[in-house]
Nanobody, 120 residues
Framework: QVQLVESGGGLVQAGGSLRLSCAAS????????MGWFRRAPGKEREFVAA????????HYADSVKGRFTISRDNAKNTVYLQMNSLKPEDTAVYYC?????????????WGQGTRVTVSS
């Protein structure tokens, strides 16, 4: 049974930082591209960032480029999202996704989400 468990969300002031983690089990983690997506209140889900399974290439949404960094530790079956210079518009539930592509297409497996709230 595949499980993706996100953690690290919370309340932070604008300009602050958070690091999200997504621990995977039940799948060959190193064989999967991994991605982060988010859904803000009243909005559609959107792509945030992705990292490849092989060479660790990354891709970011324009809205987070230069502020967020995606990384992975295959030994720990974990993908991370370091979020710096947070803005109120980053407020959303953040989800990790196994199988995401660098172009933002989603894969088959989702976590339950972790909520990030950025106060102004």
């Amino acid at each position: 049974q595949v499980q993706l468990v996100e953690s690290g969300g919370g309340l932070v002031q604008a300009g602050g930082s958070l690091r999200l983690s997504c621990a995977a089990s039940g799948l060959p983690f190193s064989s999967y591209n991994m991605g982060w997506f988010r859904r803000a209140p009243g909005k559609e889900r959107e792509f945030v960032a992705a990292i490849t399974r092989s060479d660790g290439s990354t891709h970011y949404a324009d809205s987070v480029k230069g502020r967020f960094t995606i990384s992975r530790d295959n030994a720990k079956n974990t993908v991370y999202l370091q979020m710096n210079s947070l803005k109120p518009e980053d407020t959303a539930v953040y989800y990790c996704n196994a199988g995401a592509t660098l172009t933002g297409l989603t894969g088959d497996y989702w976590g339950q989400g972790t909520r990030v709230t950025v106060s102004s």
